[in-house]
């Protein structure tokens, strides 16, 4: 049996090896846990009556909409946290209000689609705060924070 053995005169290094802390979490990680978050917030503030999706799919089994939970959301936290990566903290800041504006756009086009219905107390820019704090809460994930001791 032939066994390689690494030259002791090999300017090669070995990678050096990290600590299990040091390591930080991967994008699925990040999508899974932004898919948790979505998913009990829908099911609370459905349960709640502050708003329910008419138009969905499995409608006689999920009161929300899984779709938007479990397909579209999943791609569209891919993507901020990919285009995040490459920007500066006051940069991905601003991209971050700027994509809860924009959900609050889209969730006023969806109502008026027939997908999403508000109760009157509802108000949009409840939306682009949740959506500013979702997208912050996957970063910090995505980023693995350490509460130091």
Request: charged share 15%; with cysteine; glycine share 6%.
């Amino acid at each position: 049996m032939i066994t390689v053995k690494r030259w002791k005169i090999s300017s090669l290094r070995p990678p050096p090896k990290q600590h299990f802390r040091n390591r930080r979490p991967s994008y699925f990680t990040a999508i899974v846990f932004g898919c948790l978050i979505a998913t009990y917030l829908d099911l609370l503030l459905v349960g709640k009556g502050l708003y329910e999706f008419p138009k969905r799919p499995f409608s006689d089994v999920f009161p929300i909409d899984v779709f938007f939970t479990l397909v579209a959301l999943p791609l569209f936290t891919l993507l901020f946290l990919y285009m995040g990566k490459h920007m500066s903290r006051k940069g991905r800041c601003l991209f971050y209000l700027g994509l809860g504006l924009a959900a609050a756009v889209f969730e006023m086009l969806a109502e008026s689609a027939g997908l999403l219905r508000h109760t009157e107390s509802w108000h949009h820019w409840y939306s682009t705060i949740g959506y500013f704090l979702f997208m912050y809460l996957v970063w910090m994930v995505s980023q693995g924070v350490r509460v130091n001791k």
